[in-house]
């Protein structure tokens, strides 16, 4: 995982200060992985502390292992690209973030009710994680048509919570779900491909999984692999509380 991906992974950490140094780094990676952390704190008017904070938010052990990733980056400038199922499991693998597991984990908990909402393909993943939900005590719903999502959207308080699966985050109907959700002031978490998406950008916590768009003879057969891998991570950390 590079260190744009890192950034975005745990973006809800970070603030403008962070930001404003992955920026720097990106832009400038050879000569960064020839600084010392004093250095690099001159050229960025700060101090060295915060530029190891940044690296242990981003998963590093240190500035030192960030810098041999990113010599790592700067060494391979042209990586191959793989779509097979062991690359996309490991990848999710990656993505895996115990510390927002345990948050969205908490968050459903924390529910009155749980709706559950996706399309097409999605949809019998929603059933497997409002299942697993039930198990664990809580009331939740999945819905196999849209109507009996508005509706239940147009009943729902802040005292709920809105599951929406999407592999692309790009989904009109789920989109629309989550802006009838943020008007009745109802949380929403979101489980999408790693990507910048409408999705992600909507929700108030987000789970990714690594499976890009994949098309055969116009069909749409993306890997549905890492989607279960991360419904199940999620279902074993909530279960731990049950």
């Known amino acids: 995982m590079n260190l744009k991906e ?3 992974k745990y973006e809800y950490k970070l603030n403008d200060t962070d930001d404003q140094i ?3 780094i990106v832009e400038n990676k050879q000569e960064v992985t020839g600084m ?5 704190a001159r050229n960025l008017f700060t101090v060295p502390n915060t530029i190891t904070r940044l690296s242990k938010k981003l998963g590093y052990d240190g500035f030192s292992q960030l810098k041999n990733s990113l010599k790592e980056e700067v060494q ?3 990586p191959i690209q793989e779509t097979n199922v062991e690359y996309n499991l490991k990848r999710s693998i990656e993505l895996v973030d115990h510390t927002m597991l345990q948050q969205v984990s908490n968050k459903l908990h924390e529910a009155r009710r749980i709706y559950v909402f996706g399309v097409g393909d999605t949809l019998p993943f929603c059933e497997i994680l409002s299942t697993h939900l039930k198990i664990g005590g809580k009331s939740a719903e999945y819905f196999l048509h849209r109507h009996d999502a508005v509706y239940a959207m147009n009943h729902a308080s802040s005292q709920d919570v809105l599951f929406l699966i999407s592999m692309s985050g790009e ?3 789920v989109l629309e779900m989550a802006d009838l959700a943020k ?3 109802v949380p929403v978490i979101s489980l999408t491909h790693f990507s910048r998406n409408f999705l992600q950008k909507k929700a108030d916590m987000n789970l990714y999984f690594y499976s890009p768009k994949k098309k055969l003879e116009n069909y749409n057969v993306s890997d549905k692999t890492p989607v279960m891998l991360m419904l ?3 279902s074993d950390t909530f279960w731990q509380k049950t």
Do not use: G, N, V
């Open 6 to 8: 890192r950034a975005h």
């Open 22 to 24: 992955i920026d720097y």
């Open 36 to 40: 010392s952390i004093q250095s690099l």
């Open 76 to 78: 391979e400038s042209d």
């Open 171 to 173: 989904t009109q109907q």
């Open 183 to 185: 008007e009745k002031q």
């Open 232 to 234: 199940q991570m999620l």
